[in-house]
């Protein structure tokens, strides 16, 4: 079994699993996987860049704030429907994306990662100065839900798994397009730079130009769920779309998966959201409120002792198990 | 244009004064990277950690200039804790020395939140009172931090060039494999450079709290702030860096100050320039830096 069919038989347990607990799943965890969802949808965004080729972005969570909030001022005040203000905020992100990868791929290692560091910065400064429109800090109520439904009817329970089955339909996509991506030749080609990119000029290919492919791809990923997320907040909410936690927590996502493996993202963010959702139900559950506010703090912890003990992540793991059976 | 001048000579006064103390919070940023090739993400949390430190001890009565005292030695524990216990183990991989600095950055700002809560506090100052100069008046604590950063800066100096552990930093900074040679112990010197990095860092914080309110967030200014500085001022120069600190200093003070242009459209407003575009000129500083210069202005080139 070829690596790539291993991982899309991960990924279809996965995405089947998924689909099956939604409607056994009491409202407040289908809330919590729903979300959790939407954040595997940016961990794989930000894998398919940093995971890959090596150039580790901090501020991904940029491309979700110029998606979200391009979407959602759209929607409230210009009125564009949905299926309008998606793709827009999506091209955006990828536009940008494109724009910030030729100068920044120039810079290596450190200059890089700092750069991307600073677009989220810069971005949440801009959302201040225009905070009459964004709503600053506090965040701005009023865009389309993006649960088509529930312009004609309302039912809570209906609404909360029509949300769950779309953002759950993307990821899904999303993820059997990018591990497809992964596994052709300019996946290939990604990794290469990220072992060694002299010997990937030498033998002739022009690695700036994978780079910035697979930016503008990340970006659109990651944009896609920044543009689902305003709709599924029915409004632009600075802490969805521009925090710097977040943005770090793609990468707790991708270290605790696997980097480079596209699944281990996935499962990685998984992980993080449902496991913080478990801890908070646990702190109440043992009675001792107070130890929910820690949920953040363990994750963090985690990712230090992944870098410390295990590097390479939950995938390749798993992935040795394969190669142990001798299938 | 009386008007102009009263905002002129506030502005020269205040980023003279604001200056300093960003020349001192970029200090041990500066060191760390000049010496180990460390890019220290945790160091404006260092600063945040100081000033908590500083205001919790106060709040229990300790009196200030103790709490200062306490503030720079838990910081330079945490710095050397955090070098021995994690950096020294990552240090070859500089990725995951981003990362690992990152997430402690942010482990600091958890803990904050949890024992402190996102409230704003406010650290009370050494000296109470001001002073006024011709027509602007001055925090007095404002100009101790000014005095105090200088003097910080200035015995760093003559310990990095005038005694024997300053030459031994500098040659571990120039050279990591000559200096072994010559029978220097390169980890020695990374933790006494870590350990002075986070003092600085303590005292920093302590001064960094007499401009703003302490909160979980506030460490996220003070290393743009040395980041910038690191970039413009060339990595490792410390005349670089003091002279990047004054530049940065004066835009950000120059934009507090500067007259905004209003533009309204359907009773929203936007404004251009003015005190909601302070962070945006070191920002802009930065990327065109990076991306027209990478070696800053005064720094040596990469090797």
């Not at chain 1, 870098?307 to 793991?317: H, I, Q």
Request: hydrophobic share 55%; charged share 10%.
């Amino acid at each position: 079994m070829s690596l790539r069919t291993f991982k899309l038989i991960l990924l279809a347990l996965t995405v089947v699993a998924l689909g099956v607990i939604g409607p056994y799943l009491p409202p407040k965890w289908a809330t919590t996987v729903t979300f959790a969802q939407l954040f595997a949808i940016y961990s794989i965004g930000w894998d398919f860049l940093s995971g890959m080729t090596g150039q580790i972005s901090f501020g991904h969570i940029f491309f979700v704030g110029v998606s979200g909030y391009t979407a959602g001022l759209l929607n409230m005040y210009l009125k564009w429907p949905l299926w309008a203000t998606i793709p827009t905020g999506m091209v955006l992100a990828m536009l940008m994306g494109l724009l910030f990868s030729v100068p920044a791929l120039r810079l290596k290692g450190p200059y890089f990662s700092l750069v991307t560091l600073i677009l989220p910065l810069a971005a949440a400064r801009l959302v201040i100065i225009l905070g009459d429109w964004t709503g600053g800090e506090l965040g701005k109520f009023g865009a389309t839900p993006l649960c088509p439904i529930q312009q004609f009817v309302f039912d809570f329970r209906m609404n909360q798994l029509c949300n769950y089955y779309i953002i759950w339909g993307v990821l899904a996509l999303m993820a059997l397009g990018l591990i497809w991506l992964a596994s052709t030749r300019i996946g290939k080609i990604l990794e290469a730079i990220r072992e060694n990119e002299e010997a990937v000029e030498a033998a002739g290919i022009n690695p700036a130009k994978y780079k910035i492919f697979a930016f503008a791809v990340s970006a659109l990923v990651v944009g896609f769920g920044g543009a689902l997320s305003v709709h599924l907040n029915e409004g632009v909410f600075f802490n969805a779309l521009l925090s710097l936690t977040t943005s770090t927590e793609m990468i707790v996502a991708s270290v605790i998966g696997g980097m480079g493996t596209i699944l281990g993202a996935l499962w990685g963010g998984l992980l993080i959201r449902i496991g913080e959702q478990g801890m908070r139900d646990l702190a109440h559950g043992i009675g001792v409120p107070e130890l929910e506010k820690w949920a953040t703090f363990v994750f963090f912890s985690l990712l230090l002792v992944f870098l410390f003990v295990a590097r390479l992540g939950l995938f390749p793991l798993i992935a040795k198990l394969r190669r142990g059976k001798g299938v | 244009m009386e008007q102009l001048l009263v905002i002129g000579e506030r502005v020269v006064i205040f980023s003279v004064l604001v200056s300093a103390l960003y020349a001192l919070v970029a200090l041990g940023f500066t060191m760390i990277f000049g010496v180990g090739r460390v890019l220290n993400l945790a160091h404006g949390a260092f600063l945040m950690v100081g000033a908590y430190t500083a205001w919790f001890a106060q709040r229990a009565g300790v009196d200030l200039y103790l709490a200062a005292a306490l503030a720079v030695l838990v910081c330079t524990l945490l710095a050397v804790a955090l070098y021995q216990g994690l950096i020294r183990h990552v240090q070859h991989s500089v990725i995951i020395t981003l990362i690992a600095t990152l997430a402690c950055a942010l482990l600091l700002e958890e803990i904050i939140k949890i024992f402190f809560t996102t409230t704003p506090q406010i650290l009370q100052p050494f000296i109470s009172g001001s002073i006024v100069l011709h027509q602007t008046t001055i925090i007095s604590n404002r100009v101790l931090a000014f005095v105090a950063s200088w003097v910080a800066i200035v015995l760093f100096w003559l310990f990095v060039h005038r005694t024997r552990w300053g030459k031994v930093i500098l040659a571990t900074a120039q050279d990591q494999e000559g200096a072994a040679l010559v029978g220097i112990n390169v980890r020695h010197v990374y933790t006494v450079t870590w350990a002075l990095s986070g003092a600085l860092a303590g005292l920093a914080g302590v001064f960094f709290a007499s401009w703003v309110n302490l909160s979980p967030f506030m460490w996220r200014d003070p290393l743009i702030i040395s980041f910038a500085i690191v970039v413009v001022g060339g990595l490792g120069s410390l005349k670089g860096s003091i002279i990047a600190a004054y530049l940065i200093g004066f835009l950000e003070v120059l934009m507090t100050y500067s007259p905004s242009i209003k533009f309204c459209a359907d009773y929203r407003c936007f404004e251009f320039l003015g005190a909601s575009w302070v962070g945006v000129p070191s920002l802009i500083m930065l990327v065109l830096i990076l991306f027209l210069k990478p070696s800053g202005l005064f720094g040596r080139a990469h090797e």
